[in-house]
């Protein structure tokens, strides 16, 4: 593992970490998806997994493989590893209570 930095983005599905830093870790991406950016510019970038470590619980996530400037905590990985952004006191927070969204039985055939 290589401990970085990363900005948290609860709009972005998932991280994105340098391509460079993955080829480092000897992570390859399992395939190349198109995204569309902020912007509106489309890109492709690599896509696979990586296995993270935050605040001493650890696990696979979604990754991008971006450009070298990029180091980007999405949804996915914020979910994955049940945080919540504290974005006055600038820190992630477990979630004590995770929503299920269960609407029902689903009505027979």
Not at 2 to 22: F, I, K, N, R, Y
Not at 36 to 54: M, N
Not at 66 to 86: H, I, K, M, R
Request: contains cysteine; charged residues 15%.
């Amino acid at each position: 593992m290589a401990p970085v930095q990363a900005a948290v983005d609860t709009g972005a599905a998932h991280s994105m970490l340098p391509e460079s830093l993955m080829t480092q870790l000897r992570i390859e991406p399992r395939q190349r998806l198109g995204f569309i950016l902020a912007d509106g510019s489309r890109v492709q970038y690599g896509y696979g997994y990586a296995r993270f470590s935050i605040g001493g619980n650890e696990g696979p996530c979604p990754v991008i493989f971006g450009p070298d400037d990029n180091y980007l905590l999405g949804a996915s990985t914020l979910e994955a590893f049940n945080l919540l952004v504290d974005p006055a006191g600038e820190q992630l927070l477990p979630a004590e209570w995770l929503s299920l969204g269960w609407g029902g039985p689903l009505p027979p055939r």
